[in-house]
């Protein structure tokens, strides 16, 4: 009983931390510039794969994107209309908007870390392009790598172990992903390993909202609810939850930096006091 109690009370003050730092307000803000962002990084990704052997279309089929592959479609159909009429005001615009998600992501980091030393919006904005090139980067090797990977799976092994090797491909790009991310927010230079806490919790949490959200899907009828904004509300909610699980994984980093960020200077503080005081 003693165990439990002690679970209870480690649950509940670690929801205190998320309610204190307002991850749900953040988590939605952040779903808004995902939108925002979107059609913009579908472009940028169309003019780059667009010329490459890659079928983009192989990733969507797994059933993890069931409820969302008709939004991402819609997308790529649109991004890839948007490339047949380039011009020079199209891609800067479009780079520009890209960007957007990953600048209100620094920015957020800055709030959940309690940062009060804003950088200039130039120096977040160019970190935020950066970022864009680097993912675009990521996503066209995996799509790459998972293209090679289906075509071997699928010659030797069974449909149940080809599924899994394809969710393992899919699991190693999202934990890259969240890892990546959770150094880009962090406004303190800090180890890499210090991430590795956040970014097991983040995509641990995704594997189960994931699966969770399928089955509240087959168990609910949307439909009559919503009606022909069916498809529209079920991405956005399931955008929603996973940011949610991302943040919740940011501020985890976040409470354990802080936490040695103080040690450390109180530890400086006193040594600073034993060296005056022997003076």
Not at 20 to 41: H, Q
Not at 79 to 104: D, E, G, P, R, W
Not at 132 to 150: N, R, S
Request: hydrophobic share 50%; aromatic share 16%; net charge positive.
């Amino acid at each position: 009983m003693e165990r439990v109690k002690k679970a209870y009370l480690f649950i509940r003050e670690k929801y205190r931390v998320l309610v204190r730092k307002k991850y749900t307000t953040v988590a939605g803000t952040l779903v808004f510039f995902f939108i925002m962002s979107i059609v913009p990084l579908s472009f940028w990704l169309t003019l780059l794969i667009g010329k490459l052997p890659i079928d983009t279309d192989s990733v969507l089929q797994l059933p993890v994107f069931e409820s969302v592959k008709n939004i991402f479609t819609f997308v790529q159909q649109e991004a890839k209309t948007a490339t047949t009429s380039v011009s020079v005001v199209l891609i800067v615009s479009t780079l520009y908007s890209s960007t957007n998600l990953f600048y209100q992501m620094r920015r957020s980091g800055e709030i959940i870390y309690d940062y009060h030393r804003l950088r200039p919006g130039i120096r977040v904005r160019v970190g935020a392009l950066a970022l864009t090139f680097i993912i675009m980067l990521m996503f066209i090797i995996f799509l790459a790598v998972f293209a090679l990977g289906t075509f071997l799976f699928s010659r030797f092994f069974t449909s149940f172990w080809e599924r899994i090797a394809d969710y393992s491909l899919l699991l190693v790009l999202a934990f890259a992903l969240v890892w990546l991310l959770n150094m880009y927010i962090c406004p303190y230079k800090t180890p890499m390993r210090k991430f590795l806490l956040g970014t097991i919790l983040t995509v641990s949490a995704w594997v189960v909202a994931v699966a969770g959200f399928s089955v509240y899907l087959k168990i609910t009828n949307m439909d009559k609810l919503y009606g022909a904004l069916t498809t529209i509300i079920v991405f956005l909610l399931w955008l929603y939850v996973l940011m949610i699980c991302f943040i919740a994984g940011v501020i985890f980093n976040s409470e354990n930096i802080n936490a040695e960020r103080k040690k450390e200077a109180r530890k400086k503080r006193e040594k600073r006091k034993k060296q005056e005081n022997s003076e």
